[in-house]
């Protein structure tokens, strides 16, 4: 088991050990989290590296990560626990099949730990012999307030009750990541329990080292054309701006196809990779997409 950072350059260290290239803002509260036991609450664009950044956690401490995906509609049954009804209906069918039943022992027997299913929540609190899991419950914002208002008691005090069980704690408090894609504002309440940090979306010198590590087969060359050129594009008028994510994506796709550097063909043929949404994609095409790619070229000859 890995030990926690002792220092913010640990924690910098550490993330880019696991191929995360972190700058020292997010370092610094990364290292803070993990010194004061807090949960670390992420927001910013879709595609920005939020998910890796936890990943990249436990991967490089060694420890077990556990992801809860959120989504509308989600409940206790598939986030915390649910008991197995199907084991529970043939316990008692045996044991009426067997004659005389003792009620209370039968009851007791039904809501222990044999027919308790746990759910990422409750698995975070288990105790693990290679050190607490990072715990990473992903696009909060996705779920209904009335879940964001249960995770106040595991965020709180780390600890689940259960009705017919009690209340189960953390033997080790875990790494809890948050994420948020800010398609609705979080409650300040779950807010307070955590530490904060805005992802936004890296400068090129960042980028075109996330890319070197990322996607080593891409060409120096080409890389950094694909850097400026995404950089160049996040400053128009797109419904959705390209994240880090599908610029990795498209360094890839542009790898298979052989490319060692950008021309306008290239581009327009593979917006698709890039964009997301048919609107900003026709508006990129054609002489858009050169007027972006000569401009981007050119403040990165002016800036070499």
């Known amino acids: ?159 689940i009750t259960i009705p017919e069980f009690g209340t189960v704690k953390a033997a080790a408090t875990p790494i809890v990541i948050l994420t948020s894609n800010r398609t609705r504002e979080i409650h300040d309440a779950l807010k307070r329990r955590c530490l904060y940090h805005w992802v936004d979306y890296p400068d090129a010198a960042r980028e075109l080292a996330i890319l070197r590590a990322r996607a080593p087969d891409a060409p120096e060359q080409l890389s950094r054309q694909i850097v400026a050129f995404v950089q160049a594009i996040r400053r128009e008028d797109l419904f959705k701006a390209p994240g880090v994510a599908e610029t990795l994506d498209w360094a890839s796709a542009l790898v298979e196809l052989d490319a060692v550097a950008l021309d306008p063909a290239l581009v327009s043929d593979t917006l698709g990779v890039l964009l997301k949404y048919q609107d900003d994609i026709q508006a990129m095409q054609g002489g858009k997409a050169r007027q972006v790619l000569d401009g981007a070229l050119s403040e990165m000859r002016s800036t070499a």
Not at 23 to 33: E, I, K, M, Q, W
Not at 45 to 65: C, H, Q, Y
Not at 133 to 145: F, G, I, K, M
């Open 1 to 159: 088991m890995t030990a926690l950072p002792a220092f913010i350059d640990d924690a910098l260290a550490l993330l880019e050990a696991a191929g995360y290239v972190a700058d020292r803002p997010l370092a610094t509260v990364l290292f803070l989290a993990l010194r004061m036991g807090r949960p670390l609450f992420l927001e910013g664009e879709a595609g920005v590296g939020k998910t890796e950044i936890a990943k990249a956690l436990s991967a490089a401490l060694s420890r077990r990560l556990i992801r809860l995906q959120c989504y509308e509609g989600l409940d206790l049954a598939a986030a915390v626990y649910e008991w197995n009804y199907v084991g529970q209906m043939m316990a008692i069918r045996l044991a009426e099949a067997g004659g005389a039943v003792d009620r209370e022992r039968l009851e007791a027997e039904l809501f222990s730990e044999r027919y308790l299913i746990r759910r990422p929540l409750l698995q975070a609190l288990e105790p693990d012999p290679d050190g607490a899991p990072v715990l990473l419950v992903d696009e909060l914002d996705r779920a209904d307030e009335a879940f964001e208002a249960f995770l106040l008691e595991v965020l709180s005090d780390f600890q």
